[in-house]
């Protein structure tokens, strides 16, 4: 098989398991909401239907630099992902689990509020912000140049980080769970993390619901420390209040 065929099928692999990686989180919270949340997404079909579309578009485009990457992990040794637990100490794989969601949080902070400028703004980020709340199906929805800066970031620290593959699973993971938990329009961890001493540096749906109800502020990821240092905390966001805020007054 040639080079370039077997870069498009990788890619399209990657889009797959993206894609229904997405379809199945995304759906998995969506019920959880209404279980929990009976009628919290009432009247938000239509919107509902865009993110989905544009998620889908970010699973294709998440799926190539993914896609380019694992075929030459795979058929030239590319990157530092490692197999042998032994390879490096053990005290490494929390380490190197922290480096790489430290790593993404950073970026993220910094292309996030960068495109919170007017003119990126309406080119790449709006339509992140068109939902309005956003659902669980909101994770991935993103124009294309907004997908691009996510997509290209674990491909890159695969390379210059050495990362445990069953690590570099966790990272997605945790990338997955709370890119969807964060729009979902609940708080799914307890009030005492959330509101106590741990909640003070990390961002949960709370602090990431008051971005989308300001459009500017809390540009973080996963931690709050580029925020506070930077003086863009805008800090926790009230579901109850919010909810209240968007019905309409009794009998009228
Ligand atoms: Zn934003
Ligand atoms: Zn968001």
Redesign the pocket.
Known sequence: MSAALAIALSALAMTLIVGGRYLLSSGAFALATRLRHPGLYRGLERQMRREIGWSLASAAIYGVPAGIVAWGWQAHGWTRIYTDAGAWPLWYLPVSLLLYLAAHDTWFYWTHRLMHRPRWFRLAHAV?HDSRP?TAW?AMSFHPVEAVTGAVVIPALVFLIPIHVAVLGLVLAIMTVMGVG??MGWEMFPRALVHGRAGQWLITATH?QQ??AAYKGNYGLYFRFWDRLCGTDIGLGDFAAARRGGEPAPGR
Do not use: G, L, V
């Open positions: 992140h956003p909101a964060n729009h990431h971005h989308h």
